[in-house]
Structure formats: structure tokens, C-alpha cells
């Protein structure tokens, strides 16, 4: 079902009837950030063409539903925001959120502050890669990091879980590919320090086609046997 038909230059955007039950009082938010990226979203790189007529159920809306796997009052990272996704439908979907968006595009990164200006949205936004020391050195632990189209499981939890408080979540929105890869990348995950990774969808009875995450808790790593071996000698 189709509400409001939003005009924009060449562009016109009908509001699905999901939105509202999305995004609540926000939805006009949401309206002006599906404005923003048709408007310059494929002239400045950060979408496809094809994109533009299905911003709303495959960008904004498929993104905002993660937060049903976020606590109330999270702090969230979101690695590898690019245009703003799934950080920025997520932020006004759910304004307890405390989120960071993290990107190493410079140009990137210039469109992601313009969009938290335009929209008045709290968000802080973060040039960097998740890896790096100084970003770990920089940002505070986050009870959540998200990540959308960023990197296979594997990396992903590599790069992800060291900024991920202790029994604080990684949510990776992922594609059909999501069971396959947990089973290809389940011992890297462990390995990364994540418990067992969790398949969930969210948005059902919502959206046409609710969207798929890849939960993984951040599990106390065990030490290696011989470091902990020598600790016990020492306190002996
Ligand atoms: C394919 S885009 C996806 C952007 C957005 N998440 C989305 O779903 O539209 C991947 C993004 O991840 C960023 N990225 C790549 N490696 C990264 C890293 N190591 N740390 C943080 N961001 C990274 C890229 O600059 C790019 O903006």
C-alpha cells in the first residue's frame, strides 16, 4: 500500500504505507533523507542509478529494521556508512540511539555530515577504517556495531568485534549469501572472539521482504593455553 507521493526534479517517491509504521513521527525524515539521496546520490557516487526507484524498500526501510536487534539507549557504531546506510534510517527511526558513523572516504564522509546537518540528526560522524589503532584508540566501546555490504563474515568480525564492548553485539545486515556464510566463516567469527552467529529477520509482518542479519555476541576470549599456563605458575 502507497501513501504520500513526495516531488522532486525529475524524481517522484511515493511513501510506502510501511514507513509510517517504520519510522512513526519521523517518517518526514526519512522522506527528506530518500529526497537527499535521489537527488545527489548517484552523481556523487554513492548509489547506483537503478537505485533510485527502490531507495525505499531495499535502502531505507530494509536498514531502519535492524533496530529491532538494538537495545533501548544503545551506543551503536556503523562501519562503512557510505551513504548513510544503514546509520542514518536507523537514527531516525530511533532517536535513543548514541550512533557513530565510521568511513574512510573523505568524500563519503563529507556527505554523510551534510545528511546529519540537514536532517538535524545527533550523529557523529568518524573518517576511518575500522582496523585501524587509532580509530580503536579514538571510539568508546559500542554495545552494537552494525555493518551493511562492508565485507564477508570473516573480515567483517575481524575488523568489527574489537570495537564491540564485552557481550555487546555485531548486527551485519547481509544478503541470501548469510547461512552460507556463517557456515564458511563460523571458526574466523570464534576466532575474532564472537560466540556462535545468530541468523534472525527483521521487519516481518512490515516490510514485502524483511531483511536478514547476521547476529554475533562478543564472548570473553579464552587465553591461549600456554599464557594461561604461565600465569598460573606466577601466582603460585
Ligand atoms: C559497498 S559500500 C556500502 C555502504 C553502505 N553501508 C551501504 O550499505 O550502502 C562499503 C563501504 O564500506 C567502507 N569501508 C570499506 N572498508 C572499510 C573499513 N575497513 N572500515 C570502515 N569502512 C570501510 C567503504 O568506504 C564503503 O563506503
Do not use: Y
Request: neutral net charge; aromatic residues 2%; proline residues 6%.
Amino acid at each position: 500500500m502507497r501513501s504520500e507521493s513526495v516531488g522532486l526534479g525529475g524524481f517522484e517517491s511515493t511513501t510506502p504505507a510501511a514507513a509510517a509504521a517504520v519510522f512513526g513521527d519521523q517518517v518526514r525524515q526519512a522522506e527528506r533523507f530518500v529526497e537527499l539521496l535521489a537527488e545527489h546520490g548517484v552523481e556523487r557516487g554513492l548509489i547506483g542509478p537503478r537505485e533510485v526507484d527502490r531507495l525505499w524498500e531495499r535502502h531505507v526501510l530494509n536498514s531502519a529494521v535492524i533496530g529491532e536487534h538494538i537495545p533501548h539507549g544503545a551506543r551503536v557504531v556503523d562501519v562503512g556508512s557510505g551513504a548513510g546506510l544503514p546509520g542514518v534510517p536507523l537514527a531516525i527511526a530511533r532517536p535513543d540511539l548514541d550512533i557513530v558513523l565510521l568511513e574512510p572516504m573523505a568524500r563519503r564522509v563529507e556527505w554523510l555530515s551534510e545528511v546529519a546537518g540537514t536532517l538535524g540528526l545527533p550523529l557523529a560522524v568518524v573518517r576511518g577504517r575500522a582496523e585501524e589503532k587509532a580509530i580503536r584508540q579514538q571510539l568508546d566501546l559500542a554495545d552494537v556495531v552494525t555493518a551493511r555490504a562492508v565485507a564477508p563474515l570473516a573480515r567483517l568480525a575481524t575488523w568489527c568485534l574489537p570495537l564491540v564492548r564485552s557481550s555487546g553485539t555485531l548486527v551485519a545486515l547481509k544478503g541470501a549469501s548469510a547461512a552460507e556464510e556463517i557456515e564458511r566463516d563460523r571458526a574466523a567469527v570464534k576466532k575474532a572472539g564472537g560466540g556462535e552467529p545468530r541468523l534472525a529477520e527483521c521487519g516481518a509482518g512490515v516490510l514485502e521482504t524483511p531483511s536478514t542479519v547476521v547476529v554475533i555476541e562478543r564472548v570473553e576470549q579464552r587465553k591461549p593455553e600456554r599464557s594461561r599456563r604461565r600465569s598460573g605458575a606466577r601466582s603460585r
